[in-house]
C-alpha cells in the first residue's frame, strides 16, 4: 500500500484498481492530472480482472439487436492495439495482447442453428467471419470432437492477459492505495468535494467510481445506477509432458470458452450465477465448466488442472456499461461492464479522461450512459 503523496488534494480519485478504474487513471495521467487510486483490497486487480479470461469479443460477447452497446464493443475492439503498443512501451511490461481470431463452435445441432444466427448478424454488420464445416473446424483444431456440427472463424477477435495487463497499468499510474474502503463520497450538495475513508478524507475535485458491483453503493443520494454482481467461476489448465501445446486461438461454444495462452497455459470459463457476492468456488461450476469443455475437445481431460477461482463481474439490466458523468458535479461513473470489462478498457479510460478534462464522451458512448436508467424509470413510472 503507497501513501498519497500530495497533502493538497488531487485533480481526481478514482475509486477501484481494477482494468477499468486503472486504464482511467493512467489516460487522466497521460493528460497531466494528478490522480490516486483507491481500492479496498490489499492488491490492484484483485476482483474481477483476476478472473477475467481476456477474451476482445465485441460481438460473440454482444447481445443481439442491441446496436448501441455494439458500437461501443467495436469501438472498444479499435483502440486495443494502439492500447497495449502504447502501454507496454511505456512501461516495459508485456500485456499479453494478441490477435488470435477466435473459432467458435457448435457441439450439436441446436447449438449450430445458434451459430448461424449469431455468423447471419455478423455478416450483417460487415464483419469478416467464415462459416465452416465440421471437417474444416478440425482442419484448425485436430483436437475437436468429431460430433460437433460446425462452427465460425473470426479473425477479428483477440485476447490480452488481464493480470499482466493490470501489473502494467498499476507501473504506469504509479500512485495507489490499497487495503483501504471507501466509505463515501464528500460533496456540498452540488459538487465532489473528495473521498471519506476509513483512514480519513482524501481532497479532491472529482471522483471516478470504477468500483465495479460496488459501486451503486457509493452514490451520493443513494439512488446509483443498477448494477448488480454476477458469479463467474473460471478455471487455470497447463499442458504437460507430450500433451500438445492447447489451441493457437480463443476456442468458444454457447456454454464456454478456452483461451490458450501460448505458453502451456489455458483458461476455461465462466459460469454465470446469480449468488449476490458470494465468491466460493463449487463443485458443480467445475464440473459444468469441464464437461462443457469435454464435449468438444475431449483431450482437454488431459491437462493439468492448475486452480480453479470465482469473480463478480459488475452486471446492469441491459448488460451494457454505466460511462459518463454523475448527478454532482465531478463525479463521474465507470462500472457495469459485465462481461466485457478488458474489451472496453481502452475505450472507458479514455472517454473519462476526456470527461474529468472537462469534454464530451465520445457520440457513441451515448447509449451507455448512465441517466439511461432515470429515464426509463421515469417511463416505468408514467405507465403505472
Same mark, same amino acid.
Given at each position: 500500500?503507497?501513501?498519497?503523496?500530495? *497533502?493538497?488534494?488531487?485533480?481526481?480519485?478514482?475509486?477501484?484498481?481494477?482494468?477499468?478504474?486503472?486504464? =482511467?487513471?493512467?489516460?487522466?495521467?497521460?493528460?497531466?492530472?494528478?490522480?490516486?487510486?483507491?481500492?479496498?483490497?490489499?492488491?490492484?486487480?484483485?476482483?474481477?480482472?483476476?478472473?477475467?479470461?481476456?477474451?476482445?469479443?465485441?460481438? %460473440?460477447?454482444?447481445?443481439?439487436?442491441?446496436?448501441?452497446?455494439?458500437?461501443?464493443?467495436?469501438?472498444?475492439?479499435?483502440?486495443?492495439?494502439?492500447?497495449?503498443?502504447?502501454?507496454?512501451?511505456?512501461?516495459?511490461?508485456? %500485456?499479453?495482447?494478441?490477435?488470435?481470431?477466435?473459432?467458435?463452435?457448435?457441439?450439436?445441432?441446436?447449438?449450430?442453428?445458434?451459430?448461424?444466427?449469431?455468423? $447471419?448478424?455478423?455478416? *450483417?454488420?460487415?464483419?469478416?467471419?467464415?462459416?465452416?464445416?465440421?471437417?474444416? =473446424?478440425?482442419?484448425?483444431?485436430?483436437?475437436? *470432437?468429431?460430433? /460437433?456440427?460446425?462452427?465460425?472463424?473470426?479473425?477479428?477477435?483477440?485476447?490480452?492477459?488481464?493480470?499482466?495487463?493490470?501489473?502494467?497499468?498499476?507501473?504506469?499510474?504509479?500512485?495507489?492505495? %490499497?487495503?483501504?474502503?471507501?466509505?463515501? /463520497?464528500?460533496?456540498?450538495?452540488?459538487?465532489?468535494?473528495?473521498?471519506?475513508?476509513?483512514?480519513?478524507? /482524501?481532497? =479532491? $475535485?472529482?471522483?471516478?467510481?470504477?468500483?465495479?458491483?460496488?459501486?451503486?453503493?457509493?452514490?451520493?443520494?443513494?439512488?446509483?445506477?443498477?448494477?448488480?454482481?454476477?458469479? @463467474?467461476? /473460471?478455471?487455470?489448465?497447463?499442458?504437460?509432458?507430450?500433451?500438445?501445446?492447447?489451441?493457437?486461438?480463443?476456442?468458444?461454444?454457447?456454454? =464456454?470458452?478456452?483461451?490458450?495462452?501460448?505458453?502451456?497455459?489455458?483458461?476455461?470459463?465462466?459460469?454465470?450465477?446469480?449468488?449476490?457476492?458470494?465468491?466460493?468456488? %463449487?463443485?458443480? @461450476?467445475?464440473?459444468?465448466?469441464?464437461?462443457?469443455?469435454?464435449?468438444?475437445?475431449?483431450?482437454?481431460?488431459?491437462?493439468?488442472?492448475?486452480?480453479?477461482?470465482a469473480g463478480l463481474r459488475p452486471a446492469?439490466?441491459?448488460?451494457?456499461?454505466?460511462?459518463?458523468?454523475?448527478?454532482?458535479?465531478?463525479?463521474?461513473?465507470?462500472?457495469?461492464?459485465?462481461?466485457?470489462?478488458?474489451?472496453?478498457?481502452?475505450?472507458?479510460?479514455?472517454?473519462?479522461?476526456?470527461?474529468?478534462?472537462?469534454?464530451? *464522451?465520445?457520440?457513441q458512448l451515448a447509449a451507455v450512459a448512465?441517466?439511461?436508467?432515470?429515464?426509463?424509470?421515469?417511463?416505468?413510472?408514467?405507465?403505472?
Open positions: 500500500m503507497q501513501q498519497p503523496r500530495r *497533502s493538497k488534494g488531487y485533480d481526481a480519485v478514482v475509486v477501484g484498481a481494477g482494468l477499468i478504474g486503472l486504464a =482511467c487513471a493512467w489516460r487522466a495521467r497521460r493528460r497531466g492530472m494528478s490522480v490516486l487510486v483507491v481500492d479496498r483490497a490489499a492488491e490492484p486487480g484483485a476482483a474481477a480482472s483476476r478472473v477475467a479470461a481476456g477474451m476482445l469479443a465485441p460481438v %460473440t460477447e454482444a447481445d443481439f439487436g442491441e446496436l448501441g452497446p455494439l458500437r461501443v464493443n467495436l469501438a472498444g475492439r479499435e483502440r486495443w492495439a494502439a492500447f497495449a503498443a502504447e502501454l507496454e512501451e511505456q512501461t516495459g511490461l508485456p %500485456t499479453g495482447y494478441r490477435e488470435t481470431g477466435a473459432l467458435v463452435v457448435a457441439a450439436d445441432g441446436d447449438d449450430a442453428r445458434e451459430l448461424r444466427r449469431l455468423h $447471419d448478424f455478423q455478416r *450483417s454488420l460487415g464483419l469478416d467471419a467464415e462459416w465452416l464445416t465440421p471437417s474444416r =473446424c478440425r482442419e484448425l483444431e485436430p483436437g475437436l *470432437s468429431p460430433r /460437433i456440427a460446425g462452427g465460425i472463424l473470426a479473425p477479428q477477435d483477440a485476447q490480452a492477459e488481464p493480470r499482466a495487463v493490470v501489473r502494467a497499468l498499476a507501473a504506469a499510474v504509479e500512485e495507489l492505495l %490499497t487495503g483501504v474502503e471507501v466509505e463515501a /463520497i464528500e460533496h456540498d450538495g452540488s459538487r465532489v468535494r473528495g473521498v471519506r475513508t476509513g483512514e480519513g478524507t /482524501i481532497e =479532491c $475535485d472529482q471522483v471516478v467510481l470504477a468500483a465495479g458491483p460496488w459501486s451503486a453503493a457509493l452514490a451520493p443520494d443513494g439512488q446509483g445506477p443498477p448494477v448488480r454482481p454476477v458469479k @463467474g467461476q /473460471i478455471l487455470e489448465l497447463r499442458a504437460r509432458g507430450a500433451t500438445p501445446e492447447p489451441f493457437g486461438r480463443v476456442l468458444r461454444t454457447p456454454r =464456454c470458452y478456452l483461451v490458450g495462452r501460448g505458453d502451456g497455459r489455458a483458461v476455461l470459463g465462466a459460469t454465470v450465477e446469480e449468488q449476490g457476492f458470494d465468491t466460493a468456488v %463449487t463443485a458443480d @461450476g467445475v464440473f459444468r465448466l469441464l464437461e462443457a469443455a469435454w464435449e468438444v475437445l475431449p483431450e482437454v481431460g488431459e491437462l493439468e488442472f492448475v486452480a480453479a477461482h446492469t439490466p441491459d448488460n451494457a456499461p454505466v460511462i459518463g458523468r454523475g448527478e454532482l458535479d465531478g463525479l463521474v461513473w465507470a462500472t457495469g461492464h459485465w462481461r466485457n470489462g478488458v474489451l472496453l478498457a481502452p475505450l472507458t479510460g479514455e472517454a473519462v479522461a476526456q470527461l474529468l478534462a472537462g469534454g464530451e *464522451s465520445p457520440p448512465p441517466e439511461r436508467f432515470a429515464a426509463r424509470g421515469a417511463r416505468e413510472e408514467a405507465r403505472a
